[in-house]
């Protein structure tokens, strides 16, 4: 089976199947949100959705970033999500996406590929496990207080994908991640705000 698998990055025409998988992950989304998300990903920079097709449908799908941290060296990768549809699994998907996975993140010179696994999720360790991942971490998480998330949701959901203003020297821009405020000669002053950072420069 693995041989059928071909894996390649995700595109706004597989909305529909990308939406089912996450659903099958249990994250469900609608297929309209599904372009945007995968915008949102490319427009940062360093992550990849891929898709497995096995039978002539998408029957898989992985997410992976890649970041640079002040500990290593080498940038981190971090495998963000994996999932094969329930009728497949057990033949080959999930190591062939990994297996892609773990050529991204060698081409962007890492040497190392990481994730985090949810304790309800059954199948993932004894998977992870076979592919030769072994456990080395805990994961801890926290609900941001309400207030906080809510102000930044609001930001983010603003219906404004790079939309530049020009008022006479004065520059303000808007994008869909956050809001970039900037203010050009004779003095120079920048606000960014990114969730889940807010970030003052003067
Ligand atoms: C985890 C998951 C992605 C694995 O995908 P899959 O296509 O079924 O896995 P594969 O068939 O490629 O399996 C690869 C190898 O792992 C083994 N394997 C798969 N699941 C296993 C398990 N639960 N325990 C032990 N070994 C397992 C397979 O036997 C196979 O071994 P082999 O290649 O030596 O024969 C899939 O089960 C899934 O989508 N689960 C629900 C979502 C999930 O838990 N995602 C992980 C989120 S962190």
Not at 13 to 24: F, K, M, P, S, T
Not at 106 to 116: Q, S
Request: charged content about 25%.
């Amino acid at each position: 089976m693995s041989d059928d698998v071909e894996v390649r990055p995700a595109r706004d025409e597989d909305a529909d199947a990308v939406a089912e998988q996450l659903g099958h992950l249990g994250y469900p989304a609608s297929p309209a949100e599904i372009p945007a998300r995968l915008a949102r990903l490319r427009a940062r920079g360093e992550a990849e959705t891929f898709v497995a097709l096995a039978e002539h449908r998408i029957v898989g799908l992985a997410t992976v970033h890649a970041r640079d941290v002040l500990h290593h060296a080498r940038p981190v990768v971090q495998l963000t999500a994996l999932v094969v549809s329930p009728e497949i699994r057990g033949r080959g998907v999930g190591r062939a996406l990994v297996g892609v996975v773990e050529r991204w993140a060698a081409e962007r010179g890492a040497d190392r590929l990481v994730l985090t696994t949810a304790l309800h999720r059954a199948e993932a360790p004894g998977f992870y496990e076979r592919l030769g991942f072994e456990h080395t971490g805990r994961r801890y998480a926290r609900r941001i207080a309400a207030l906080v998330a809510a102000f930044f949701m609001v930001l983010t959901a603003l219906p404004i994908s790079y939309a530049h203003a020009q008022v006479r020297e004065r520059r303000v821009s808007f994008d869909s991640a956050g809001l970039i405020f900037e203010i050009t000669p004779p003095f120079a002053a920048r606000l960014s705000l990114a969730p889940p950072v807010l970030n003052v420069q003067y």
